[in-house]
Protein backbone atom coordinates (compact mmCIF):
# COMPACT_ATOMS: atom_id res chain seq x y z
CA UNK A 1 0.00 0.00 0.00
CA UNK A 2 1.31 3.28 -1.30
CA UNK A 3 1.94 5.93 1.67
CA UNK A 4 1.16 9.57 1.31
CA UNK A 5 2.03 13.11 4.13
CA UNK A 6 -0.95 15.36 3.55
CA UNK A 7 0.41 18.98 4.49
CA UNK A 8 -1.42 22.04 4.56
CA UNK A 9 -2.53 24.24 7.15
CA UNK A 10 -5.87 24.22 7.11
CA UNK A 11 -7.92 20.84 8.62
CA UNK A 12 -10.11 20.85 6.46
CA UNK A 13 -7.99 20.41 2.88
CA UNK A 14 -6.06 17.70 4.80
CA UNK A 15 -9.23 15.53 5.83
CA UNK A 16 -10.44 16.13 2.33
CA UNK A 17 -6.95 15.39 0.26
CA UNK A 18 -6.67 12.58 3.10
CA UNK A 19 -9.73 10.81 2.48
CA UNK A 20 -9.52 10.95 -1.32
CA UNK A 21 -5.91 9.15 -0.73
CA UNK A 22 -7.91 6.37 1.38
CA UNK A 23 -10.34 6.05 -1.40
CA UNK A 24 -7.56 5.28 -3.78
CA UNK A 25 -5.32 2.68 -1.87
CA UNK A 26 -3.27 4.94 0.27
CA UNK A 27 -1.77 4.88 3.73
CA UNK A 28 -2.01 8.27 4.80
CA UNK A 29 0.81 8.01 7.78
CA UNK A 30 0.88 11.83 8.98
CA UNK A 31 -0.72 15.26 8.61
CA UNK A 32 1.16 18.54 8.85
CA UNK A 33 -0.28 21.96 9.60
CA UNK A 34 3.10 23.47 8.49
CA UNK A 35 6.23 23.31 6.26
CA UNK A 36 8.66 22.37 9.81
CA UNK A 37 6.28 19.66 10.50
CA UNK A 38 6.16 18.36 7.27
CA UNK A 39 9.88 18.12 7.07
CA UNK A 40 9.95 16.21 10.68
CA UNK A 41 7.62 13.74 9.53
CA UNK A 42 8.77 13.29 6.22
CA UNK A 43 12.72 12.21 7.84
CA UNK A 44 10.47 10.19 10.05
CA UNK A 45 8.04 8.32 7.69
CA UNK A 46 9.40 8.65 4.33
CA UNK A 47 6.56 8.55 2.38
CA UNK A 48 6.05 7.61 -1.35
CA UNK A 49 4.04 10.79 -1.59
CA UNK A 50 3.27 14.14 0.05
CA UNK A 51 1.05 17.02 -1.08
CA UNK A 52 2.22 19.71 0.13
CA UNK A 53 0.49 23.25 0.03
CA UNK A 54 2.55 26.40 -0.84
CA UNK A 55 1.64 29.14 1.92
CA UNK A 56 1.62 28.03 5.38
CA UNK A 57 2.89 29.36 8.62
CA UNK A 58 6.32 28.39 10.79
CA UNK A 59 7.94 27.05 7.06
CA UNK A 60 6.15 27.44 3.90
CA UNK A 61 5.83 24.67 1.39
CA UNK A 62 8.56 25.78 -1.11
CA UNK A 63 10.81 26.30 2.01
CA UNK A 64 10.46 22.39 3.09
CA UNK A 65 10.46 21.26 -0.38
CA UNK A 66 13.78 23.01 -0.38
CA UNK A 67 14.89 21.21 2.63
CA UNK A 68 13.15 17.80 1.87
CA UNK A 69 14.68 17.60 -2.21
CA UNK A 70 18.56 17.75 -1.62
CA UNK A 71 18.02 14.88 1.03
CA UNK A 72 15.50 12.70 -0.74
CA UNK A 73 16.00 13.58 -4.36
CA UNK A 74 13.13 10.47 -4.96
CA UNK A 75 10.52 12.56 -3.10
CA UNK A 76 7.49 12.57 -4.45
CA UNK A 77 6.21 15.78 -4.05
CA UNK A 78 2.91 17.34 -5.47
CA UNK A 79 2.07 21.42 -4.61
CA UNK A 80 -1.13 22.58 -3.58
CA UNK A 81 -1.38 25.93 -4.91
CA UNK A 82 -3.77 29.21 -5.19
CA UNK A 83 -4.26 30.64 -8.42
CA UNK A 84 -1.92 33.52 -7.13
CA UNK A 85 1.19 31.77 -6.17
CA UNK A 86 2.08 30.65 -9.66
CA UNK A 87 5.44 32.44 -9.16
CA UNK A 88 5.99 29.89 -6.48
CA UNK A 89 4.93 27.14 -8.36
CA UNK A 90 7.41 27.64 -10.63
CA UNK A 91 10.32 28.01 -7.92
CA UNK A 92 8.96 24.68 -6.24
CA UNK A 93 9.26 22.69 -9.78
CA UNK A 94 12.36 24.33 -10.76
CA UNK A 95 13.25 22.80 -7.02
CA UNK A 96 12.45 19.73 -7.96
CA UNK A 97 8.72 19.29 -6.83
CA UNK A 98 6.93 17.04 -9.67
CA UNK A 99 3.58 18.66 -9.89
CA UNK A 100 1.23 20.90 -8.68
CA UNK A 101 -2.48 21.76 -8.39
CA UNK A 102 -4.46 24.46 -8.32
CA UNK A 103 -6.89 24.85 -5.18
CA UNK A 104 -10.06 24.37 -5.86
CA UNK A 105 -9.69 21.11 -7.67
CA UNK A 106 -11.68 18.27 -8.76
CA UNK A 107 -10.94 14.89 -7.32
CA UNK A 108 -10.47 13.38 -11.04
CA UNK A 109 -7.44 16.65 -11.53
CA UNK A 110 -5.00 14.95 -8.69
CA UNK A 111 -5.97 11.54 -9.43
CA UNK A 112 -4.23 12.08 -12.97
CA UNK A 113 -1.31 13.71 -11.47
CA UNK A 114 -1.07 11.40 -8.75
CA UNK A 115 -1.71 7.92 -11.44
CA UNK A 116 0.87 9.83 -13.60
CA UNK A 117 3.80 10.13 -10.86
CA UNK A 118 3.16 6.40 -10.10
CA UNK A 119 2.92 5.75 -13.94
CA UNK A 120 -0.15 3.71 -13.31
CA UNK A 121 -4.45 3.36 -14.34
CA UNK A 122 -5.79 1.84 -11.12
CA UNK A 123 -6.22 3.97 -8.73
Known amino acids: MPTVLIVDDTLFMRVKVGNMFKEWGFEVVGEAANGKEAVELFKQYQPDLVMMDVTMPIKSGLD ?9 PNANIIMLSALDQQKIIVEAIEAGAKDFIIKPFEQNQLKMIVANIFDTYDL
Not at 64 to 71: D, G, R, S, T
Open 64 to 72: AVKEILPQY
